[in-house]
């Protein structure tokens, strides 16, 4: 009996795992409703699940507001550098689409084109605030990162958009995913960029640890 009610095993451990990603996906979306925080909370969201979630370690939420004021300022400017690129370029989107679905013809191809050409915007979107979430940069050098990150590991970087994008969809189209999605996605995204930051991680790699 004593195993049964043990916190950190059984039942409960996957109990406290799923109130983990409940929580942080549900914390995330609320920061995210500024639009400007939603660089630093995604920043503390990848540290979150790398450093907590994955090991299935205590504290998520004391990792999460810690990592969140740490990255504040790069990720806020960083944010508003990106919004207003981000609304341009699927704005563009969605006009191509508009005209190439119903005109055809080089109108369509064009569409082909531009989709393919949003992967390095997106991609380079992609690995932003992870990176942010990971080490210490200036805004310079973050966006420098990312855009040599995105064509040096291209097949991933296209994996991780479209992921993300799909994820984006699911959960536009049936609200209730967001309640877990955000924290599932930045598992299945780790998966692909912790690999890539073990081969590149800097000597600046963050420790947000609570209590430090």
């Not at 949003?118 to 200036?138: K, N």
């Not at 999605?181 to 930051?197: A, D, N």
């Amino acid at each position: 009996m004593g195993e049964f009610f043990n916190p950190e095993k059984g039942i409960w451990a996957w109990l406290s795992t799923l109130v983990d990603i409940c929580g942080l996906s549900i914390l995330w979306i609320c920061l995210c409703l500024p639009i400007v925080t939603a660089g630093p909370a995604t920043a503390a969201l990848y540290y979150t699940v790398v450093k907590c979630v994955r090991p299935r370690e205590s504290g998520a939420f004391g990792y999460y507001f810690r990592s969140f004021r740490q990255n504040f300022k790069t990720g806020l400017l960083t944010g508003l550098i990106v919004i207003p690129m981000a609304l341009l370029l699927f704005g563009g989107h969605f006009i191509v689409r508009w005209y190439g679905t119903r005109l055809g013809g080089m109108a369509y191809v064009l569409y082909v084109a531009y989709y393919f050409a949003l992967i390095l915007p997106a991609g380079v979107l992609c690995w932003l605030f992870p990176l942010l979430g990971r080490f210490d940069y200036d805004v310079r050098g973050l966006f420098r990162t990312a855009l040599q990150l995105t064509a040096a590991h291209l097949p991933s970087t296209v994996v991780v958009v479209l992921l993300t994008a799909q994820t984006a969809v699911f959960c536009i189209e049936r609200w209730w995913p967001v309640v877990f999605m955000p924290v599932i996605t930045m598992l299945l995204v780790s998966l692909f960029f912790e690999k890539i930051f073990q081969k590149h991680a800097p000597a600046s790699e963050k420790n947000t640890e609570p209590g430090e």
